[in-house]
């Protein structure tokens, strides 16, 4: 068990990290759970918390369908889409307004033509995509995000 920002996470994996945000994701008995953590500096907030969307003072979530997620910066900027299901789906919104497709599920990881298979080792994250569309395998979380799961 680890708590992050006061929230307990029971057996998770950090599968995909993007634009300063990470999706976690749990497996419950009724189903996938996940989790986005915007790190903010010294102030990481949760955008969703375990498939609910939470406040948060630096972007926008919108939940209008029971499981999909649109999120846009406070500048109106789409970030990404969530969809949870039997897997999780996010559409990424790049630098360049295109979409990228990032499928993840407790054993798998596909983004865009990379397939990789889910990591649940502390702090690590499967799946990098950065701003440009540019797609690593394996990262681990930045030290000061670090410092808020116990």
Do not use: C
């Not at 010294?42 to 498939?51: A, G, R």
């Not at 969809?83 to 990032?102: H, K, N, P, T, Y």
């Amino acid at each position: 068990m680890t708590i992050i920002l006061g929230y307990q996470f029971e057996e998770y994996s950090i599968p995909l990290s993007f634009a300063n945000r990470y999706f976690i994701l749990e497996s419950a008995p009724d189903g996938l759970k996940v989790s986005v953590l915007h790190h903010q500096e010294d102030n990481p907030v949760f955008e969703i918390l375990k498939n609910e969307p939470v406040g948060s003072p630096y972007s926008n979530v919108v939940n209008s369908v029971p499981g999909v997620f649109a999120v846009r910066e406070n500048s109106g900027r789409p970030v990404y889409q969530l969809q949870v299901g039997a897997e999780a789906r996010a559409a990424l919104i790049l630098e360049d307004g295109s979409e990228l497709e990032v499928r993840f599920s407790k054993d798998k990881i596909q983004a865009g033509k990379l397939e990789a298979d889910n990591t649940k080792f502390a702090g690590g994250i499967g799946v990098k995509v950065s701003p440009s569309g540019r797609i690593g395998i394996g990262n681990y979380l930045p030290h000061g995000l670090l410092k808020w799961f116990q």
